[in-house]
Nanobody
Framework: QVQLVESGGGLVQPGGSLRLSCVAS????????MGWYRQAPGKRRELVATMSAGADTNYADSVKGRFTISRDSAKNTVFLQMNSLKPEDTAVYYCHRKQWGLYDYWGQGTQVTVSS
């Protein structure tokens, strides 16, 4: 089992920045794929960014150039740096971890609200 705990959400003005963190515990592997997803009210959960074991990254078109995913392997932590935030970035952000291409683990989510 894997436990994921997110932090760092909050209220920010348009154009502002936030950094989300996700700490993993339990049975984790260096081969795990890590990522961030988000879900806005009335919408489906969507991919924001992922990072492979080899540190290859993938971003949704809507966040490219504004968001950056990174990790601290020694601390089992993955980050999402979000810059130039827009109101349409408002959502609950979920940390995700996939093991062996089979097993999906999710955090509890952290609310990000972009509003003036």
């Amino acid at each position: 089992q894997v436990q994921l705990v997110e932090s760092g959400g909050g209220l920010v003005q348009p154009g502002g920045s936030l950094r989300l963190s996700c700490v993993a515990s339990g049975i984790i592997f260096s081969t795990d794929v890590m990522g961030w997803y988000r879900q806005a009210p009335g919408k489906r959960r969507e991919l924001v960014a992922t990072m492979s074991a080899g540190a290859d990254t993938n971003y949704a078109d809507s966040v490219k150039g504004r968001f950056t995913i990174s990790r601290d392997s020694a601390k089992n932590t993955v980050f999402l740096q979000m810059n130039s935030l827009k109101p349409e970035d408002t959502a609950v952000y979920y940390c995700h971890r996939k093991q062996w291409g089979l097993y999906d683990y999710w955090g509890q989510g952290t609310q990000v609200t972009v509003s003036s």
